[in-house]
């Protein structure tokens, strides 16, 4: 079975400090892919990042920037020089493949960000 | 316009009644897929389909139903609804694209209350 844990439930920072949010997950799949989605208070859910097994190259796209490692299991996203529209809860997901298509997502429980002005 | 639009977008009803979410897709997704939310639990996979005739389980199908009538639709029924059942039902979709598995693309949600 799959398993996504995001330890934070509730993170709050000041405005400008950075900020790193946690992502585990479990899996038995040999190809599997890693999702980070952003669901701000207004309710909608918003892709970041996909990032499949193969493929360990961290990433940076603006203040955003995701560290994916493979050794501990883990794919972290860190919000540089925080905003207060961050301020959201960020869910990080996790997808196997098996055989003819790909899977559902499972989620995390998600991490509740606040960014105090 | 949205590409993926769900009806009713909030709905209100009583324990024991029937009620039919509707999903929508305009991005011509072979994959669609129902979730819920409940505060603090995340999503979690109701059912998904990779086309009209394969319908499959997801992690709490208990309670629930779906239908594909065709690729662009996907509903989800609720043949007796419980107070349980409260919480905010996602509907998304994907395709597979030539570097593997593309994101999921989610509807706006339906908030669903039963008394």
């Known amino acids: 079975a799959q398993k996504v844990t995001q330890a934070q439930t509730e993170i709050s920072v000041v405005e400008k400090e950075d900020v790193t949010l946690d992502c585990v997950y479990e899996?038995?799949?040999?190809?599997?892919?890693l999702f980070w989605y952003k669901q701000p208070p207004s309710g909608e859910l918003v892709f970041l990042i996909r990032?499949?097994?193969?493929?360990?190259q961290n990433e940076i796209s603006g203040r955003y920037s995701w560290n994916f490692q493979k050794s501990t299991s883990s794919f972290n996203f860190t919000i540089t020089a925080s905003q207060v529209v961050d301020s959201a809860v960020y869910f990080c997901?996790?997808?196997?493949?098996?055989?003819?298509?790909?899977?559902?997502?499972?989620f995390g429980k998600g991490t509740h960000l606040i960014i105090q002005p | 316009d949205a590409d993926v639009t769900q009806t009713p977008r909030n709905r209100i009803t009583k324990t024991g009644k029937r009620i039919m979410l509707e999903c929508s897709q305009t991005?011509?997704?072979?994959?669609m897929y129902w979730y819920r939310q409940d505060p603090g639990l995340g999503l979690r996979l109701i059912y998904y389909?990779?086309?009209?005739?394969?319908?499959n389980k997801g992690e709490i199908s208990d309670g629930y139903s779906v239908s594909r009538q065709a690729q662009a639709k996907f509903s989800l029924s609720l043949e007796s609804a419980i107070p349980n059942q409260t919480a905010l039902y996602f509907c998304?979709?994907?395709?597979f694209g030539t570097g593997g598995y593309n994101e999921q693309f989610f509807g706006p949600g339906t908030r669903l209350t039963v008394l």
């Open positions: 998304a979709t994907s395709d």
């Open positions: 899996t038995r799949d040999t190809t599997y892919y």
């Open positions: 990032r499949n097994s193969f493929d360990e």
């Open positions: 997901a996790l997808s196997g493949y098996s055989g003819g298509g790909a899977d559902g997502l499972t």
């Open positions: 991005k011509g997704h072979d994959r």
């Open positions: 389909s990779f086309d009209v005739k394969d319908i």
